[in-house]
């Protein structure tokens, strides 16, 4: 039997009739389209009941959910509103999705808590497909539609829709649909396809724009939850050589017309799918590359490759616009003097991008004094890099302290959108749950946890109040040295805004001993404001830090160099000056030669470094027979895993006093109480792909 609406409900829908505000009068599009839906719950309440414009027929489903019903346009349609007319069975949450090829579908409406009766929604979307898709039911029936109907313009673009660069010389605006859009943004760290877990966090900061370094079929997912959420995204493409060293590759911009039309292909086909995307913002194209440049030539032939690159930039961007009118075209670099190139070789850009960080209140006038022509966002700012600050007094760079970096946000923030109708805002460094040593340089949230920069770019942007920040650190003390294996203690000072109770722990980085970025947990003992853990077993200088946790997810993080020497044994080291003889020598190679003398000199900075195989062996000559209670065995990065220690009296015969199979670099202080005229190190096996490499072989009499 077909239900009839009760009074009420016509009541209703006249009602709501009246009070709809007026509009341009889009044109309908759904009204007798094929429409197709997940289920119907009888032959009398087909998909189609819902799109024949009769009030008294209507699609319902079975009663379970999702359901979801769809509305073929016909060809490719500006979508700029979409009704929807329940029956009593209605859905409670739902999204309006739209679809290029009914298969692959992009958020343009997310609703919850909805009521059901007359609901209309001005939308801003691009697709043959539109899709109501409902997650959620309002009672035990499945959902039910008297209509659904869509407006907008078949095969156009709704006027004043689509992303703008307007204005003129120093009074530029970018709009978004017709609306100014001040780009309140951070750079994306966490995988794509997590985007909608962290959406309601960054809505709470205030961001309405995310940016990317590369754009493929994986970025799909940002791009519906950021477009669900009310926020855009600018979609990078990645060039080579990238951002200086280790970005991967030194392209020939003059002759390598392979790689520019391979890239050129992948341009084109991301931008022709993600082009009526409404989660897109606006096309990136390379970053940093013309400074990275130097990294792969010099001279004059540099100077050619940066202008053969900024007319790629341009041919990129020339194809981009030529498949997608909506959305502007730039190219980010990490100097503003980067802009002279493109100011000459690439004027199809509609605006510029810098990433710039302790120089980022010097872009104004670097654009005034270039006498540039095109307004700028910023892509990549925070706290000063690793690269901007001075050494400390171990001769690494001074990392900024927690309350230095949550200024860095604040004053990069208060620069930029101070250069009035020329930039349009920025994307700062970093979102991303990242937990190394370039995340608690600059991530906002490393491991997931909030730090005061996080607060700072949510007051810079507008976001919500928070009602709890993080512990601020005040001061923290270490040594200048420490002996490899000893007691390290770290004084602190720390108060927690909220009165909450302060939780420490810490960790250390090596990254100047061995260039890695991970971080290595590291017991400690709290006793008040002293912190006392063990320090680590390799030489060199190591990053320290000590992280301050409120329990209510917030952290405070302070970090300082500390470098590691070997422990000075008691007695005497009577192998000092010795004559010495290897089995091999590294020769060549930088720093080289690496004798076997160096390990006996008595200086923690010259090794032995011997050929990659195995066996190799260091030989000392005492002198005469001499009896000895420790050996000290200081490695560089390449150990010895296996090896034994042995005397003997002519230099011939040796018999072991000490071996091992496990060993694992750092210092290995072995007590051992042996005679003999020469002691030799042999080794078996090696620890790494290398050689073996000894700083010292210290033989002590006690």
Same mark, same amino acid.
């Given at each position: ?567 000075? *044994?008691?007695?005497?080291? #009577?192998?000092? /000056?010795?004559?010495? $003889?290897?089995?091999?020598? &590294?020769? %060549?190679?930088? =720093? !080289? ?21 195995? *066996?190799?062996?260091?030989? #000392?000559?005492? /002198?005469?027979?001499? $009896?000895?209670?420790?050996? &000290?065995? %200081?490695?560089? =990065? !390449? ?33 051992? $109480? ?29």
């Amino acid at each position: 039997m077909v239900r009839v609406r009760s009074i009420c409900t016509v009541i209703a829908v006249l009602l709501g009739l009246a009070v709809l505000p007026a509009h341009a009068a889009p044109t309908l599009l759904s009204q007798g389209k094929p429409a197709l839906a997940s289920s119907a719950e009888n032959g009398g309440t087909p998909a189609s009941a819902a799109v024949d414009g009769n009030g008294d027929t209507r699609w319902s489903s079975e009663w379970s959910a999702p359901q979801w019903l769809r509305v073929d346009l016909g060809a490719s349609s500006a979508v700029s509103r979409v009704e929807l007319d329940w029956e009593s069975a209605y859905a409670t949450a739902f999204e309006i999705q739209v679809s290029a090829d009914g298969d692959s579908w992009q958020p343009i409406r997310s609703v919850t808590g909805a009521t059901g009766g007359r609901q209309g929604y001005d939308v801003t979307g691009t697709g043959r497909y539109v899709r109501v898709n409902a997650t959620q039911r309002a009672n035990g029936y499945g959902v039910s539609l008297w209509e659904f109907r869509v407006y907008g313009t078949q095969g156009g673009v709704v006027p004043g829709t689509g992303v703008r660069v307007t204005g003129s010389q120093g009074n530029w605006q970018l709009t978004v649909d017709g609306q100014p859009w001040v780009v309140k943004g951070l750079t994306w760290g966490p995988p794509a396809a997590d985007a909608a877990r962290y959406m309601p966090e960054l809505k709470s900061l205030g961001v309405n724009t995310l940016r990317t370094w590369g754009t493929d079929a994986s970025t799909r997912p940002l791009l519906d939850a950021a477009a669900a959420n009310g926020l855009r995204v600018i979609n990078g493409f990645w060039l080579q050589p990238g951002g200086g060293p280790g970005s991967g590759g030194c392209v020939n911009y003059v002759t390598d017309a392979q790689y520019k039309a391979d890239v050129l292909g992948q341009i084109r086909q991301w931008v022709t799918t993600y082009k009526d995307h409404p989660g897109v913002l606006m096309w990136n194209v390379g970053n940093e590359s013309i400074l990275g440049l130097q990294n792969c030539y010099s001279g004059i032939e540099l100077e050619t490759q940066r202008v053969e690159y900024a007319k790629y930039v341009n041919e990129a961007a020339r194809a981009i616009h030529a498949i997608d009118t909506n959305h502007p075209v730039t190219n980010t670099d990490a100097w503003t003097g980067a802009w002279v190139y493109l100011k000459a070789h690439a004027p199809d850009l509609d605006l510029y991008a810098v990433n710039s960080y302790g120089n980022v209140c010097k872009v104004r006038q670097d654009w005034i004094s270039g006498g540039y022509t095109k307004p700028y966002i910023l892509t990549e700012a925070g706290p000063a890099g690793e690269w901007e600050v001075p050494n400390d007094a171990n001769g690494v760079p001074a990392e900024p302290t927690d309350v230095q970096k949550r200024d860095g946000y604040t004053q990069a923030w208060n620069c930029i959108v101070g250069h009035t109708g020329v930039a349009f805002g920025g994307t700062l460094f970093h979102y991303g749950t990242e937990y190394d040593f370039g995340a608690v340089w600059f991530n906002l949230t490393p491991a997931g946890k909030k730090r005061l920069s996080f607060y700072s770019v949510q007051r810079a942007f507008g976001g919500a109040t928070p009602a709890n920040t993080p512990p601020v650190i005040s001061s923290m003390t270490v040594p200048q040295t420490v002996a490899a294996g000893a007691p390290l203690t770290i004084d602190v000072a720390a108060s927690d805004p909220n009165g909450d109770a302060i939780s420490w722990s810490a960790a250390f980085n090596s990254k100047y001993v061995d260039n890695s970025g991970g971080l290595a947990s590291a017991s400690v003992q709290v006793n008040g404001n002293r912190l006392t853990t063990t320090a680590p077993d390799r030489l060199g200088v190591w990053k320290v830090y000590v992280m301050a946790e409120d329990g209510r997810g917030n952290i405070g993080i302070e970090t300082r160099s500390v470098r590691v020497v070997a422990p000075q *044994p008691s007695g005497v080291n #009577v192998a000092q /000056g010795k004559p010495v $003889t290897a089995s091999s020598y &590294q020769q %060549v190679g930088d =720093g !080289a030669p690496f004798p076997p003398s160096n390990a006996v000199d008595g200086s923690g900075t010259s090794r032995w470094a011997t050929d990659w195989a195995d *066996p190799q062996w260091l030989r #000392v000559d005492l /002198g005469a027979v001499t $009896t000895f209670q420790h050996v &000290q065995l %200081v490695w560089e =990065g !390449a150990f010895g895993r296996a090896y034994e220690i042995q005397v003997s009296d002519d230099g011939t015969d040796f018999r072991s006093v000490h071996g091992t199979t496990t060993g694992n670099g750092g210092v290995d202080s072995i007590d051992v $109480t042996a005679t003999g005229r020469y002691v030799r190190l042999h080794a078996t096996q090696r620890g790494t792909g290398w050689g073996y490499s000894l700083y010292e072989f210290g033989i002590y009499r006690r």
